[in-house]
């Protein structure tokens, strides 16, 4: 049997899944560098983007903060 998935749910499977890889990345690092770490940089275009609505940019800035930087303490 053949599943048949529509476009949106394949782009919501491949945020999640890229959401949950740069999760583990980010971690990795993390566990690399500290404790003598006190900063990070992110580099990529996840947030600047001008073809973006802003809809979009406070939903990446959610998804990023809430999945990817879950276990970070701010200070």
């Not at 529509?6 to 959401?19: A, E, F, H, Q």
């Not at 971690?27 to 006190?38: D, V």
């Not at 992110?42 to 959610?62: A, N």
Request: charged share 25%.
């Amino acid at each position: 049997m053949q599943v048949m998935l529509s476009t949106k749910s394949v782009g919501r499977i491949d945020l999640w899944g890229n959401d949950r890889y740069l999760r583990h990345i980010h971690r990795s690092c993390l566990q690399q560098i500290l404790p003598e770490a006190t900063h990070e940089v992110v580099l990529g275009d996840l947030f600047g983007s001008q073809w973006i609505s802003d809809e979009e940019f406070v939903s990446r800035v959610h998804r990023y903060s809430d999945i990817i930087f879950r276990d970070v303490c701010s200070l």
